[in-house]
């Protein structure tokens, strides 16, 4: 494969196939920032061949102008905005007007969209006998799963995704009844009645009203734990085309509905290797229970042969630090401190384990760095928010993502179903023999 000199849109590739001489040209495309695309749309009519790459390792799925991820600088940009000044001036409602309108809101713009929101944080009152249909054990995420999906059934008037009304309706609802849909998981669980939104409580406030919350007393909200809240739900807020926003824009893209859509999200995300990790990271942590048992399970990590992950290590992405994970254990010793936890054994573990592997030849060879899981789980705990809980709490944040991501795709005139390839190798042609003779 030959490659014109230099960067731009009118730069291509010539790929010659050595076994028949047959040549093809396919455009570059270089976008603002980020390694170019050779445009392979015409590469199976041109050379009759398709592409493979398991994982989508070198493979992109789209054009998109939300989120830029530069992973050997371990740079993370939010419509061009680093993450480490969206965490220092914004809130999370103002990452999601950024996210999903393009642009940092002015104030009244803000004061419109928080109203907006507010005001869809209520659920269908029928929806409350959805979760009556779980038993109290049932893991958070499987309810979440549900209930998400189940909007569809609730609100038909947001569902037609050709009107770009009901698509932005349909965008507020998601980001709106996340939490309480959340918060109601997490009280059945407990078998404690349901917390209404209140109108008056900021969108993380009103988060921990519904998971704390009781009608038998007044509950304070801690600023501290506001606050932290708050940051948590933007550092999850979106993340490029990882594996759960990939699946909502390979639902998206076959017309499903919106909340169908998140709902798929949820159930990738949900994956250990993915937003679940960060409750295998907390579960890990207490399995290896001390600084003294660490060697051993590095040593697990590292055996080809043993199917144990340094969970919270790695990424597919990042070959340096996530900037999410610094900014996560940052907050981690703000919110200890905040709360005057002076002793938490887990993050004392979680620092030499860090130390440990970051000096490890297995792990530096292969720039396998702690990512936004590592930490999150602690900041989690020291909140009271139950293991079963953390991954919830991603799906929370990560709606206005998906959501974004979705409303991106509808709305792209090049938008196709999504219908990749594969390789076949499996059986030849051959004849059924009637089971009377088999
Ligand atoms: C998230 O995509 C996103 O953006 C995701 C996310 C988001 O915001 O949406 O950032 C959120 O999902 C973060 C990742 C959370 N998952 C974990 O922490 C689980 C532990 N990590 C690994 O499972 C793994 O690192 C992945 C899944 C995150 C990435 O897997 P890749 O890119 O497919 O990497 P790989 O499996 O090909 O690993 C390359 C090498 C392998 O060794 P060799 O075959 O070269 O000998 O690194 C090794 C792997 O065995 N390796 C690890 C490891 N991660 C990779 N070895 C031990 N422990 C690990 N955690």
Not at 135 to 155: E, K, N, T
Not at 344 to 361: F, G, M, N, S, V
Not at 388 to 403: D, K, N, S, Y
Request: hydrophobic share 35%; proline share 6%.
């Amino acid at each position: 494969m030959s490659q014109d000199q230099g960067q731009g849109t009118n730069k291509n590739v010539t790929i010659t196939d050595n076994s028949t001489g047959k040549q093809a040209t396919f455009p570059l495309i270089a976008g603002t920032d980020g390694p170019p695309v050779i445009d392979i749309r015409k590469l199976h009519a041109e050379l009759g061949y398709f592409t493979y790459d398991p994982g989508f390792i070198a493979t992109g799925s789209c054009e998109s102008d939300i989120t830029f991820i530069d992973g050997d600088q371990g740079i993370l940009l939010h419509r061009g905005y680093p993450i480490e000044q969206l965490v220092e001036h914004c809130n999370f409602l103002e990452v999601c007007y950024l996210l999903l309108n393009g642009q940092l809101p002015n104030p009244e713009e803000f004061q419109e969209f928080e109203s907006v929101i507010t005001n869809h944080t209520l659920l269908h009152e029928q929806l409350q006998y959805f979760y009556r249909g779980f038993r109290r054990d049932a893991h958070p995420m499987a309810i979440m799963c549900g209930v998400a999906g189940a909007l569809s059934a609730f609100y038909h008037d947001s569902t037609d995704i050709s009107d770009p009304q009901q698509r932005l309706i349909a965008s507020h609802r998601m980001i709106a009844k996340m939490p309480t849909i959340a918060g109601w998981a997490y009280k059945y669980s407990l078998g404690q009645p349901f917390m209404y939104p209140k109108n008056e409580l900021g969108y993380a406030e009103n988060f921990l009203w519904m998971l704390f919350g009781n009608p038998c007393e007044n509950y304070e909200i801690n600023p501290i734990v506001a606050k932290a809240m708050d940051r948590i739900l933007i550092l999850h807020a979106d993340h490029e085309q990882n594996a759960s926003t990939s699946t909502v824009r390979l639902s998206g893209s076959s017309g499903a509905n919106p909340f169908a859509c998140i709902s798929a999200g949820i159930a990738s995300l949900w994956g250990p290797a993915h937003g679940g990790a960060n409750e295998a990271v907390l579960n890990m942590l207490r399995e290896i229970g001390n600084k003294s048992n660490i060697d051993e399970y590095i040593k697990k990590a590292k055996d080809p042969n043993d199917p144990f992950r340094l969970m919270g290590f790695g990424h597919r992405v990042y070959k340096n630090f996530d900037p999410r994970a610094k900014i996560m254990q940052q907050t981690c010793h703000e919110v200890l401190n905040e709360l005057g936890i002076t002793d938490e054994p887990l993050l004392e573990l979680a620092i030499e384990l860090e130390r440990i592997a970051l000096e490890d030849e297995y792990f530096v060879s292969r720039k396998l760095y702690p990512n936004v899981d590592f930490y999150s789980g602690i900041i989690f705990q020291a909140l009271g928010i139950p293991t079963t809980m953390f991954t919830v709490l991603f799906a929370v944040a990560r709606t206005v993502g998906w959501i974004s991501q979705w409303k991106e795709m509808i709305e792209d005139p090049n938008q196709k179903i999504g219908r990749p390839r594969q390789l076949y190798t499996g059986q030849a042609p051959r004849f059924v023999t009637p089971i009377s003779e088999r």
